[in-house]
């Protein structure tokens, strides 16, 4: 995992040079990143000790990130994943006890399961508009917690979540992607318009992945007030023309083991002209030009086809894949774009 992901993504700068380290002189990722996790839960309870919350805040999140990103090699079936992800999860949260309004841990009624995210909240004001923020194929929703203090500080609200595929719903609800993923962020749309300290205006951004699925669920959720997507396709399996041993990868987010009906699964997932006319919400798309994971033609093939009267599409020349090396530049530029959007779609005042 590279430095400008790791850093633009939670991770302490310390942590990530200590990791590379540890892992340069043998040691295996996981062990590293959790001695690391350590090292700060410990931090952050001697603050609680006396009485240095924020501060206390800041290393659990420290400590999340380092076993956030320690449980990404592991497969699902080693132990060692599900026990980081609890850490990761618990760490988080003794984080969101410390922020104002607190962070909330949702669970989503979801056939026998459940949809599990995070509703961040600004404390400017009252009845915010909110974002859905979604990862890719192995995102983990903790992962963009830095991108929504971005949305926070513009007053609107923030929902992390992890889709069926994706993180706690899949690891411990057991919830896989499958052709009927748009009705799993419909729910998730159903459960903040029915939530009285939200404003019903949603925006959904999608990293990744993640991109594609931002775009599905708008092309057919007419609730969804504005769509971004960042680093994303109209068609993810092209990774898999380029990256076949990603395939390991998209076995787990389908729950499909052999790989050769995995490809075949994911190949049904794809934006067609005829769905992306569907897609009148404003739309903002960003992608680096050098970007190997998804192309950027393919990018701009959604941007091109999709039918939003409002659209946007930039792009970097040095860009890496999701544009972790222009963090500040990207984070920005989305959260005005969303601010602008979900306050102008309803006559209630800007904080």
Request: glycine fraction near 8%; hydrophobic fraction near 45%.
């Amino acid at each position: 995992m590279p430095l400008q992901r790791l850093l633009g993504n939670g991770m302490e700068y310390a942590d990530v040079m200590a990791l590379y380290a540890a892992v340069d002189a043998g040691r295996p990722w996981a062990d590293a990143a959790v001695q690391l996790g350590n090292i700060n839960a410990e931090r952050a309870e001697k603050a609680w000790a006396h009485g240095h919350l924020v501060t206390a805040r800041d290393w659990h999140l420290r400590a999340s990130a380092c076993y956030r990103v320690g449980q990404v090699p592991l497969p699902d079936e080693d132990p060692r994943k599900i026990e980081l992800y609890h850490l990761l999860i618990d760490q988080y949260g003794r984080a969101g006890q410390l922020t104002d309004p607190p962070v909330e841990h949702i669970e989503i009624t979801y056939g026998a399961a459940a949809l599990c995210g995070w509703l961040l909240r600004p404390a400017t004001i009252a009845n915010p508009p909110v974002v859905i923020v979604i990862g890719g194929f192995d995102g983990w929703r903790e992962e963009y917690h830095v991108g929504a203090q971005y949305l926070i500080e513009r007053g609107v609200a923030v929902f992390l979540a992890d889709g069926p595929g994706q993180g706690e719903t899949r690891l411990l609800q057991g919830l896989h992607m499958n052709t009927t993923v748009a009705q799993s962020f419909s729910a998730m749309v159903d459960h903040l318009v029915a939530d009285h300290r939200l404003r019903p205006v949603v925006g959904i951004w999608g990293n990744s992945m993640g991109g594609y699925l931002a775009a599905h669920v708008a092309a057919l959720d007419d609730r969804i007030a504005a769509c971004c997507v960042n680093g994303g396709t109209a068609r993810p399996a092209e990774i898999l023309d380029r990256y076949p041993r990603f395939i390991s990868k998209v076995t787990a987010l389908l729950g499909i083991a052999d790989p050769g009906s995995a490809r075949d699964a994911l190949e049904q997932f794809a934006l067609t002209p005829e769905s992306l006319n569907r897609l009148t919400c404003p739309l903002l798309v960003l992608h680096g030009t050098p970007d190997r994971v998804f192309l950027v033609e393919n990018a701009r093939a959604l941007f091109d086809e999709a039918a939003a009267a409002d659209k946007q599409f930039h792009e970097w020349a040095d860009g890496d894949h999701c544009l972790y090396n222009h963090s500040h530049e990207k984070h920005v530029l989305i959260a005005d774009w969303f601010a602008n959007r979900l306050f102008d779609s309803n006559p209630l005042p800007r904080p």
